[in-house]
């Protein structure tokens, strides 16, 4: 191991605007923010000491409670910035008193925390991520082998799934390479979903990401959040943050009761590592006629082992979802059929179906038969474009990874 | 009146003790006090016309009214004065600028005079209720439909009252099951809690993101955010209660007198004996090595001294005793 000053020198060199980052960042609470500064100021002058470490301490614990009083949209985004830059420096105080590995896992945990709950900083807008590289390059020493050794996955889960060619529903259709043009013309302008195949065989993700010990290579340190529970509509379903090799340990690879998904995770901008392993599809630069605002895109990653489902939901946007490696069985219906899912009354469930439409109950749902369902498998290497607002519902058949685009 | 401390202490609020985190229930004698307030960075006391801060605030801030002070409360560099007559004073404690709370009274009956008898506050509201019985979340006046108001309590962005008759009502932010109806949703006028209907309800405590009911049998109920055990009760799993929970301990055989909340921990009365559950970081339930807590684990006894109250600031826990 180097010595203490050479992790924290690393990290203290990251920063463009050491002055912006202390003196910019603000915060409702103007005493909470002097003690911010003063241990900035300590850093800047190489003078910190255990003092600091509470204090700096305290002031990321206040933020974190702060970033949990109303809705995380409500919530100001000075307050998200003050957690971004209270964030590394408790990284870089934790650092500079000590360095071993302990330390070095905790100051990753709290970078992490900032990518995730905080918002970058103009003057540094990708100081955590590489502050987090940085110490994660020092870590890589985790045992991976220790980890895959331990492929001890028993017990076959059941999916009570029925095989997809004795499954109701018609099959989407599939293109193979489609131009643009064709795709604007047949599905994207008429809003009907398709499965594209051939588009994504080139991505460096395909060959690399199914061997797990290269993930863990890369990612294995750091937290990310899980789902825990079948799917996030039962009572029962809970998020929590862990270390990637330890979702990898017990959900991934382990013979888990309960099922564990990294879902709806924006892995790519948390390890940007990750995303030179795909390619950003051209068919999501589309926009719609008389659409004048910005467009935008949001990159989601899907890990997780056989079994995790997705409700039968909706989402506002046009999403392509990339099967990287392991089969997904998706069924689709179109927004015409939204009076027989049975949509939840609950205001946050507002999207989501009451409905399991691989084994329906049609007692309690009678006007479910009515709705035309859709089925697609979708293999490694595919691609299936779901149009905004269409239902989907998504059940892993195997291990899976898939990257999703959405698109406005 | 003495005042036994442990918890957070880097702004010296607790100015008897130089460390920065008390970890030991450790006294300090105030004199007489009418009103103790705890907020992230100071104490205030307040004593007839007259409140003394401890702590992180402007420079020689102190308070001292020709009117008399009926209650105070804080809430981070906020301390609400509310004074005999229903007006309501606002400190900012960090730069001493001291303005009115502009009245908000909307009274039905012209001619009939009301005026603020009570105040609570959170991070993202305030409330007051007033001498006819009306409630507000400060400035708007919500609708309240129960008996005479005997406590309110104030969370980050949640609120309960109880009423002469025992019913618990909510309102406010839901998303973590503190309003206990089941929903995460938001409410903005107090509702009755249906799941403690029939008991009779003596005391309530609203914390960060939970409540807790003693009933008048001594019976707890707590509900709302488990993160770090705040709610004593025996899974971790799921981390939201949505519907209040009663607390088995000690085989059954107790009998809760008081609770209190801080941020993310909960202090009942047992007794002479308090106990405590939840965050403990900042050793806001004593000497305790544990980070999280829980289940209720004993914090101290004070079978010498005779117990007034217990009380919670945010990251820290205060017992007053005679």
Known sequence: MEPISDISYKLFTLVKDRDKLINSTQLHNPIVLNTFKEVGEAWLKNSINETHKLMIHSVVDYIHEQLHIGHWSSVPLLTKKAFYASSFLKAVVLLQLDNSAETLREALKCLDLGILLGAPIESDNELLTDAAKCINEKLRVIDVNEIVTERNQKRKRDLNCPKFDVLNGVEVVSRSLPTLELFMKEFYNCQVPVKIQDSINHWPAIHKWPDVTYILGIAGNRTVPIEIGSQYSDENWSQKLMPLSEFVKTYYLGDCDTIGYLAQHNLLDQIPELKNDICIPEYCVTSRDGCDEEATLEINAWFGPKGTISSLHFDPKDNLLAQVYGTKLVILFSPQDTQYLYTHSDQMLCNT?????????????????????????LEAGEMLYIPPKWWHYVVALEKSFSVNFWWT | MKVWYSGFNLYNQFHISREHIVNDFSVFKYGTIQNLVFSHTYIAAQNANTITFYGRVSSNLSIQEVRNISQIAAVDNITYILYNDGTIKKVDTASGEIT????????????????????????????????????????????????????????????????????????????????????????MNPTLIDALAGVKINKIAAGGWHSCAVSDSGDLYTWGWNRNGQLAVPTRDPSVFATPQLINFQNDDYNVNNVACGSNHTVILVGSQVYGAGWNKYKQLGSISNENIYEFKLLKNFCFDEILSVTCGPWCTAVITK
């Open chain 1, 353 to 377: 179906s009451q409905v399991n439409p691989i084994k329906p109950d049609l007692e309690q749902f009678p006007e479910f038969t009515k709705a035309k369902m859709m089925k697609c498998l």
């Open chain 2, 100 to 187: 009115d709370v502009p009245n908000f009274l909307q009274t039905e009956n012209p001619g009939t005079s009301d005026y603020i008898t009570k105040i609570a506050c959170g991070s993202k509201m305030n409330v007051a209720v007033s001498y006819n019985n009306d409630v507000y979340n400060i400035p708007n006046k919500i609708e309240y439909n129960g008996k005479r108001v005997k406590d309110v309590a104030s969370g980050h962005e949640h609120c309960l009252i109880l009423d002469n008759y025992g019913n618990v009502y909510s309102f406010g932010n839901g998303l973590r099951g503190q309003l206990g109806h089941g929903a995460l949703e938001n409410l």
